[in-house]
């Protein structure tokens, strides 16, 4: 009984490693500047874009804005993005990035051009902007496309 027990400890010690591992080793993309792209969204959910543009590594986007049954067409809700940015090289990088909320189909609902966003040399940045943003498009947000240019 004794064995029985170390052999499920020894491969729960091998199972917990192996998911620590697979959960560290998400693979930085390369692309280019500028960049686009659609992705799906909801507001609330942490995007890991896991990107490196030019020199800055792009790992998470967020947006959030409260409890949804607060968002009303029409009327604006205060919204957080947060971005996390690396830059990897030795010189100060700016990202200007603008964020299209769409629709299941891929319709514009509402434009939001964040502010520059400067990260020093081989410094890590997470950037915090408040945008107002009507109500009833961040209901509606099924999918957001990122415009990004590293200058």
Do not use: C, H
Not at 16 to 24: D, E, F, L, M, W
Not at 44 to 53: A, E, M, P, S
């Amino acid at each position: 009984m004794r064995r029985i027990a170390e052999v499920l400890i020894v491969i729960g010690a091998i199972l917990a490693s192996a998911g620590i591992a697979a959960a560290q080793s998400t693979e930085l993309r390369e692309v280019s500047s500028p960049f686009g792209e659609e992705f799906d969204f909801k507001v609330g959910q942490t995007l890991d874009l896991n990107l490196r543009i030019n020199g800055i590594k792009w790992t998470v986007l967020r947006a959030s804005a409260g409890d949804d049954e607060g968002w009303t067409a029409g009327k604006k809700t205060k919204t957080t993005f947060t971005s996390e940015f690396e830059n990897l090289t030795d010189t100060a990088l700016a990202l200007s990035a603008i964020i299209l909320l769409e629709d299941e189909r891929g319709r514009q609902l509402e434009r939001i051009e964040l502010k520059k966003i400067k990260v020093g040399p081989g410094r890590y940045n997470e950037d915090i902007q408040k945008i107002k943003v009507d109500g009833g498009n961040l209901a509606q947000t099924a999918k957001i496309y990122i415009f990004a240019e590293v200058e």
